[in-house]
């Protein structure tokens, strides 16, 4: 595809919005089918309630987990089942404008630039009591007559794969100026690998983590651990234009996968093994080398969905003390912790974005990320007018 400079425009944004003008009466929003069956059509616009706001889409990026969703349904839950044939708008990685505001919502403006958390907690379960919102027992438990207070825009709600959209107020992080859309859409990338890290006990600074996977969660790991002062910081990976990128964001070492030991190479670059694993591949391979990598006392991050069962050296991993973390989305507030890094320009999150595709083009979009068509990592939809779509500039 041509490198077309109008596909990013510095910094990028979006028009901006006349809090007098009227708000339309519908949207475009591309909705589900069956599996991997996607239409655009003309949707009602959606009205936030209270602590609500509603948003103008400006740009959102494919997850792998979009993909899940249109193949599989999982991890969608719509009126109790699959997302399929349910009028279900799928989309979460968004960010956008603030068009309208709620009842009684003073902490946003019309106007205002956001970029978006997927989860709002029920806050009435034992899980949102405890600040655990991605784990919250009401999961999904907001159709028909219910209303337990929980949403996954994307997943158990209408999310961005649209022209606007409804957040909770607690799921929204400001963005700066100097910041474009497309940069914008990555802080809930940013976010997970922050929260995987925060799981595995907060700050790092001077202790080593090993990434295997460079997809765009390892990729960004490997920024947020750099930026948390981790020392050495391993990228395990078997593409070397990826891997390039890791080392781009801070991986002190990269070890092929294809050619090397990565267990002896991890154990020959940190002496008695990693004190922080992050398996963002999620395979039976690469649970088994965290395990066998991971120093005595150690702590793994299971950031990957694999399809299928895993099995993996459990008396190893008993034997040695070493604790064992699955994570799910970006929780516990790390999309604003991970903004923060962005805008500080601790770390570059935009050298994951390879390609931007108008919001008509969205089942192009998801094919180059499917497919990985000419070495994609993460794509973005954006809504602005007049937008070709192809590579972004480089």
């Known amino acids: 595809m041509p490198d077309d400079a109008t596909n990013t425009p510095d910094p990028g944004h979006a028009a901006k919005i006349d809090p007098s003008a009227p708000l339309p009466e519908t949207m475009r929003a591309w909705v589900l ?16 309630g209270k602590a609500e706001v509603l948003v103008r889409v400006d740009a959102v990026a494919i997850c792998a987990t979009d993909l899940e969703i249109l193949k599989y349904g999982t991890p969608a839950l719509i009126e109790g089942g699959p997302p399929f044939h349910k009028n279900f708008t799928p989309g979460h990685e968004y960010m956008g404008t603030v068009a309208a505001l709620g009842p009684g919502v003073d902490e946003f403006a019309v ?8 989860h709002a907690g029920c806050g009435q379960c034992k899980r949102c009591r405890m600040g655990m919102y991605t784990s919250c027992h009401n999961y ?13 825009n994307g997943f158990t709600t209408d999310g961005g794969f649209a022209e606007y959209a409804v957040n909770n107020i607690n799921t929204l992080i400001p963005v700066p100026d100097t910041m474009s859309d497309e940069e914008a859409t990555l802080v809930v990338t940013a ?3 922050m929260y995987g890290l925060t799981e595995l006990g907060g700050l790092v600074a001077g202790e080593s983590v090993v990434v295997i996977g460079p997809g765009a969660i390892g990729l960004l790991a490997v920024a947020v651990a750099k930026a948390l002062g ?8 078997t593409r070397e ?8 964001l801070g991986a ?8 090397e030991d990565v267990v002896a190479r991890v154990k020959e670059l940190t002496g008695n093994g990693a004190d922080y694993v992050v398996d963002c591949a999620g395979t039976e391979t690469t649970v088994n080398q965290s395990v066998h990598m991971t120093n005595r006392g150690g702590r793994i991050c299971l950031a990957a969905f694999p399809k299928s069962a895993v099995s993996f050296d459990l008396g190893a991993l008993a034997v040695n003390n070493i604790y064992l973390y699955g994570i799910r989305g970006e929780g516990k507030s790390a999309t604003h912790r991970a903004m923060a890094f962005m805008q500080a320009g601790r770390f570059d999150a935009s050298q994951i974005h390879t390609h931007t595709f108008p919001l008509e083009d969205l089942p192009e979009a998801l094919r180059y990320a499917r497919d990985r068509v000419d070495d994609a990592i993460k794509v973005v939809v954006s809504t602005r007018p007049g937008l070709a779509g192809g590579a972004k500039a480089r």
């Open 33 to 48: 089918g069956g599996p991997e069956e996607l239409s655009l059509q003309e949707k009602p616009l959606p009205r936030p």
């Open 111 to 118: 106007g205002d630039r956001v970029t978006v958390e997927i």
């Open 140 to 152: 999904g438990k907001n159709y028909g007559d219910q209303n337990k207070g929980h949403r996954a």
């Open 191 to 193: 976010g997970t690998s």
């Open 230 to 237: 981790a020392a050495p910081v391993i990228l395990v990976g």
């Open 241 to 248: 234009s990826r891997n390039a990128i890791g080392r781009k």
């Open 252 to 259: 002190d070492h990269v070890i092929d996968a294809r050619n």
